[in-house]
């Protein structure tokens, strides 16, 4: 009898457990609250409308920029795109010359002797320093912007490669030589795997860096784009159409790192298994 009634107690509380994680019930909760605080500030009229507009007018005018209105004569839609094309090349650009120069690097002694002090020297510098010599050479067009994000995203990428094949064991590479491996087989289905998790940490850094700087360079040289959106609503004081932009810039920000996060999930479920 009482192993019944333990049983109907154990399903009685699996049922009525919270299906959400603490993580997510917590940042959904903060995010919540920090919303909460924003609409009875507003509301309260603490601080003036004209610089902090309640939510519910952020929202409307985030509705009418999408819509054939727009701003500064694009739509939300345009502007996003022109910020996800840009971004999007840049990775692309990135990803297919950095994880080679990475790779290329973490095997040959040569090649990481040339390259490295090249990477290291242009590496600390912000991105954004580079800005005005990038209009200078290439003027204001895509060629610039589409540049100063690939250089935000190449050494994160290139030098997270280069730890990956570091990292590599020595113990699985050797095995699969004494098994009559080639050097291509080992680098394909040793090397690559075992340096595949750090990579993706590389690509989801640059990813961030190169999100901001993209931004950054929109808020300076552009006439499309997110950032050029806040930048030209900000010089006319619409703080509904610049809280708007900042909203979706942050959306998209962490909807890609959500997906980078269930991409290296999904290519490298071992990893992180065993701490």
Known sequence: MSIVFSEKTRRTRQALRWPFSRQLTLSVGT??????????????????????????????????????????????????????????????AAVMIGIPVGIAMGLSPTVRGILDPLIELYRP?????????????????ETSKILLIYL????????????????????????????????????????????????LTGL???????????????????????????????????TDVVLAGIAVIAAIAFGLELGLRALQRRLTPWHGEIQ
């Open 152 to 199: 935000a995203i190449f050494a994160p990428v290139a030098m997270s490669a280069l730890a990956g094949v570091k990292s590599a064991q020595q113990v699985r590479i050797r095995a699969a030589q004494s098994l009559g491996a080639s050097r291509t087989q080992v680098l394909l289905f040793v090397i690559l795997p075992g340096a595949l998790p750090e990579i």
């Open 125 to 141: 510098v912000p991105p954004l320093a580079y800005l005005p010599l990038m209009v200078i050479w290439f003027g204001i067009g």
């Open 31 to 92: 995010l919540l609250v920090l919303l909460a605080v924003w609409w009875l500030v507003a509301a309260l009229q603490w601080i003036s409308p004209l610089f902090l507009p309640p939510p519910g007018q952020v929202l409307a005018k985030l509705i009418a920029i999408a819509g054939p209105q727009g701003f500064m004569d694009a739509t939300l839609w345009q502007h996003l795109g022109a910020s996800l094309t840009r971004i999007l090349v840049a990775l692309l």
């Open 204 to 238: 989801r850094i640059g990813l961030g860096v190169g999100w901001s700087t993209l931004v950054a360079a929109e808020l300076i040289a552009a006439t499309r784009g997110l950032g050029f959106m806040v930048q030209s609503a900000g010089e006319f004081l619409a």
